[in-house]
């Protein structure tokens, strides 16, 4: 029966009805089986043997004869595919362009054979499809692995030469072909079983099998998409139901699922170029998941969620496990899921997962963690959601009945624990119990990589930001968050971390959060202070800060160190020594912060003073560095007391820090005490002082806020006294114009005592303190001088430091210029009689101011002697500028007491009476003269004193007080006593 068939299929076409009822075959198996082991066994013809084409044709022609033989048929043909697949990568290996004639031959018979198969698919798709489908995609995956250890076969990582190779070949080309139109014809009413024999293919020819797989998705994207992960949700539920689970935590679950293997690797190879639709999807299915009345996928509308629970509430795990094994595949899904997260969404994946198991939910929490931290890309959107989630509301419970969002925060909660307990044993255990230690050397052995973390590395300033917002329970995660972030980054992202949280903190309470984080990483790493410094002052260099955030850093290093004495007396250790490291690295750097003192913006200057006037001087400074520093310190002190009424703790902090320096060494002491003369003598910080604005020629502009005209006439003044100067030069008669401004201003109340502060400093030769702490500390003489010589070198230039000496009076009409020029500096700087007290303070220093006292004295005695016909009070300027001088005079010891008190007695007196005191006043000083060798230094008082025996008689200088006293005894009685020798 079988040699009739066969030699009737050579000859001609035999219908199958005339060989069944000729032979008596019962059905069209058993006729297939014959035929199949004949053509097997069959190698000769007329005693000729068969060749492989001739089988082939044969075979060909019993196909076209009886179709009821196709599985025997297909089945012979897969030795003449793998024929023709062996020559074709045999003449690829001998690299010979003669073939062996096997290829040549067999190529139109794999020609013929896809023709033959081709038509019967298009007759009648239904019957031929979905075996032909079966058979192709078998026989592709049995040759890719029979073949795949051959020379010329690229590894099955590389795909594209892969298919590259086998769609040169003519054997797998044609394979190809038929698959993709079954496929085809299949999608319209059973794509299932087309793609469910990919899926079991590429399980057992995978990973050599993945070049059909991804010329197939190339060709039908949108179907092998969504019907690769429809079969796979399948056959994921159908194993979990047979292990009576829906979900294994781990990976482990792939090998027990066959398909899900496959379906990773197909989407995989289908990302390159179809991530999109790889993405929808993706959530497509999970949208689809949550809504019952959702059908399972677009071909297939008679199927539900709703009529299948089980594929519903497996779906969830189901994209869980996808992830898991292919976490680039939700890569670019994660932030659009994110956004799809909404309450109402969240309610309704509740209500799916309530139906798991206690133990399956714990265990898709576990996965879903693994899956966070795993995840190199949307970490940050992730956490965000989670914290924001997961946060309660408001402590305030709105009624009896639970909130159906309070299992949703509830479950973010869980997750986020979760999350930060699995982190911290990622982070504490990833050298496989090396030590975490950021001075490892190099030699040690790498660490893991946490992707989380790696991408919240660069959302530091985000987190930290987070963190201080201080939420309820918010910020506590964020801030355990922090903390393994800055372990896992070692001593820059712990930097970093630290120097962000230094620079957002805007009170105690958010301030706190850094130093919790220092004692924190305390314990495994060390210089953290210093290095978050250099940090901040390196991005001061850089003007990486605004003047805000600027501002908001310097002001909280400063309360850090400010709250210094109070962590000693009342905190820890480690809270103490936090509190030095932040003095100690601030005062290293204090040449860096000090330039802030000059930042356009006030607000970044006082928050800068306010720091240094804290922080310990280094013990070491340049001289240099010094001297910027003091200057620097000085302009400051300055600015802020132009900026008026808010600046009053910038200039207090101000005086701190100059009070500082001036203690730091003489150096320093003589720089500032320089400075600060200069500065209050300056043009432009005269209004400061209650002082005027002076004209190119030195005198004083009233400006138009100054006292109001009172309708003195200069010219009438200077006509009423010009009979009665004594002087050729009639220029004396204008030393009392001019009207006495408004008075002095504040600044000049803090100046003399910081300046007294600062004379009072140990910086020079060394200061005794007084016995009595409420007695004034002694001056410095030797500060006092500085002070002195500064007077001196800015009131008059051209006076030479030796003119000690008083001349006689007559001397006076030589330096007339000198003295005017001298008369004017006073009146437009208010604040140099406080620095003449001061100077008297510290004997003998008054000495080396004599050309301005004689200058001064020389000005006033001319005008008192040309204003006789009026009252002494007429000019209360020269009046109390007479006081003044006389006072400074006479605690500068240059005056014995008798006549140091006479200024007593000026209110009371006339302009001639005054003028007669302050003669005796000069003739005393032209006769004695105040020369600092006079001056000797007492142990007791700890200061220079003057012994005024040695100087002669005083009788002769006190008698025309004596004489003014009598002539005035009804009002100056109760003085008589002041002026006894």
């Known amino acids: 029966v079988s040699s009739l068939c066969f030699y009737l299929s050579l000859v001609g076409e035999t219908p199958l009805t005339f060989l069944m009822s000729t032979f008596s075959f019962s059905s069209t198996q058993e006729l297939s089986q014959e035929i199949k082991s004949f053509i097997s066994g069959v190698d000769t013809v007329q005693g000729r043997k068969l060749s492989v084409r001739e089988h082939a044709r044969c075979a060909v022609r019993l196909l076209r004869s009886v179709p009821a033989c196709r599985g025997a048929v297909l089945e012979h043909l897969r030795g003449v595919y793998d024929e023709h697949v ?32 081709s038509e019967f698919i298009r007759l009648n798709p239904r019957a031929w499809a979905p075996l032909v489908s079966t058979w192709a995609v078998d026989l592709l995956g ?126 995989g190879h289908l990302a390159a170029h179809h991530s999109d639709s790889i993405r929808k999807e993706l959530l497509r299915m999970f949208q689809e998941s949550l809504n019952p009345s959702s059908p399972l996928s677009p071909t297939s509308s008679s199927t539900s969620w709703e009529s299948s629970p089980q594929l519903r509430r497996a779906a969830v795990p189901f994209l869980l496990q996808l992830a898991a094994m292919s976490p680039n595949l939700f890569g670019p899904v994660s932030a659009e899921l994110v956004e799809l997260l909404r309450p109402p969404v969240l309610l309704q994946l509740q209500a799916v997962l309530q139906g798991l198991p206690r133990e399956e939910l714990d265990n898709m929490l576990g996965l879903v963690v693994h899956l966070i931290s795993q995840s190199p890309s949307g970490g940050a959107r992730v956490l965000r959601f989670l914290a924001d989630t997961a946060t309660p509301a408001s402590v305030i419970i709105s009624g009896p009945t639970p909130s159906p969002h309070e299992g949703v925060r509830e479950g973010c909660d869980r997750l986020l624990q979760m999350l930060l307990l699995h982190l911290h044993k990622l982070v504490f255990n990833r050298t496989d119990g090396v ?93 953290l202070i210093p290095a978050a410094i250099a940090r901040s002052v390196a991005q001061i260099h850089t003007h990486t800060l605004g003047p805000r955030q600027l501002r ?203 300046i007294v502060k600062c004379c009072s400093s140990s910086g020079l030769n060394g200061s005794r303190s ?46 007339v210029e000198r003295d005017i020029h001298i008369r004017r500096c006073f009146e437009a700087h208010p604040v140099l009689f406080p620095l003449l007290q001061v100077v008297a303070a510290g004997r003998p220093a008054l000495c080396y101011c004599s050309a301005v006292l004689r200058g001064l004295l020389a000005t006033l005695l001319a005008h008192w002697e040309a204003s006789r016909e009026a009252s002494s009070t007429d000019s209360p300027w020269h009046l109390q500028a007479s006081c003044l001088l006389v ?59 003057r012994d005024f025996s040695r100087d002669g008689d005083v009788a002769r200088y006190v008698a025309p007080i004596h004489s003014v006293l009598h002539k005035n005894i009804d009002r100056l009685g109760h003085l008589c006593w002041r002026f006894q020798l």
């Open 552 to 754: 908001q850093l310097l002001l909280n290093l400063a309360a850090a160190i400010q709250s210094q004495d109070e962590e000693r007396r009342g905190a820890t250790g480690a809270q103490s020594s936090m509190v030095v490291q932040v003095g100690s690295a601030v005062s290293g750097h204090l040449h860096d912060f000090c330039p802030l003192l000059l930042h356009g913006d006030p607000a970044v200057s006082h928050a800068a003073v306010r720091l240094l006037s804290c922080s310990p001087l280094p013990r070491t400074c340049s001289p240099a560095q010094l001297l910027q520093l003091s200057r620097a310190a000085v302009t400051h002190f300055f600015q802020a007391g132009r900026d008026g009424g808010q600046a009053g703790e910038a200039v207090n902090c101000s005086v701190l820090l100059l009070s500082r320096f001036a203690a730091y060494s003489p150096l320093t002491l003589k720089s500032v005490l320089q400075q600060l003369v200069e500065g209050a003598l300056h043009k432009g910080n005269t209004d400061l002082f209650g002082g005027q604005i002076a004209d190119m020629s030195g005198a004083p502009v009233p400006s138009p806020s100054v006292s109001p005209d009172v309708g003195a006439s200069l010219l009438d003044v200077n006509c009423r006294f010009g009979t009665t100067v004594n002087f050729s030069s009639s220029v004396w008669s204008v030393f009392h114009a001019g009207v006495i401004g408004k008075g002095l201003k504040l600044c000049i109340k803090i100046i003399r005592p910081f």
């Open 142 to 267: 049995q040759l890719s692995s029979k073949h795949a250890g051959r020379r010329v076969a690229p590894h099955s990582s590389s795909l594209n030469e892969l298919l590259q190779l086998w769609m040169s070949c003519a054997a797998t080309r044609s394979l190809m072909e038929a698959y993709s139109q079954c496929l085809a014809a299949m999608l319209a009413w059973c794509p299932d079983a087309c793609v469910d024999a990919l899926l079991d293919t590429s399980v057992q020819h995978s990973p050599h099998f993945d070049w059909v797989v991804a010329h197939i998705g190339s060709a039908f994207p949108g179907t092998i998409i969504s019907r690769v992960m429809a079969c796979g949700l399948k056959d994921f539920c159908s194993h979990g139901a047979k292990d009576q689970g829906l979900l294994v935590m781990g990976v482990d679950k792939g090998s027990r699922v066959p398909k899900i293997g496959s379906v990773v690797g197909i989407l």
């Open 435 to 527: 030590e975490v230690n950021p001075h490892h050397s190099a030699s040690s052995q790498p660490q893991r990589v946490i992707p989380f973390l790696e991408e919240l590395q660069s959302h530091i300033g985000q987190l930290c930001a987070e963190t201080l917002r201080l939420e309820r329970k918010r910020h506590l995660w964020l801030h355990q968050l922090l903390c393994l972030l800055s372990v896992y980054g070692g001593p820059s992202t712990a930097t970093e971390a630290l120097c962000q949280l230094l620079t957002q903190a805007r009170n105690p309470e958010e301030l706190a959060l850094a130093w919790q984080l220092h004692t924190t990483l305390s314990s495994c790493m060390a210089g």
């Open 770 to 815: 007084p016995s009595d702490p409420d007695e004034p500390p002694p001056i410095n003489a030797e500060a006092a001088k500085v002070v002195a010589v500064t007077i001196v070198e800015n009131v008059c230039p051209d006076v030479a430091n030796s003119e000690l000496s008083w001349p006689p009076e007559e001397h006076a009409r030589t330096t």
């Open 86 to 117: 062996s020559a074709f990568l045999h003449n690829l290996e001998t690299e010979s362009n003669a073939s062996t004639g096997v290829s040549s031959n067999l190529e139109d018979i794999i020609q013929e054979i896809h023709a033959v198969l």
């Open 887 to 945: 006072s400074c005079m006479g605690e500068g010891q240059l005056l014995p007491p008798v006549l140091a008190n006479v200024h007593e007695a000026f209110p009371h007196l006339t302009p001639f009476e005054v003028r007669l005191l302050l003669l005796a006043v000069w003739e005393y000083v032209r006769g004695n003269g105040p020369m600092p060798q006079k001056f000797v230094f007492s142990s007791e008082k700890g200061m220079f004193c």
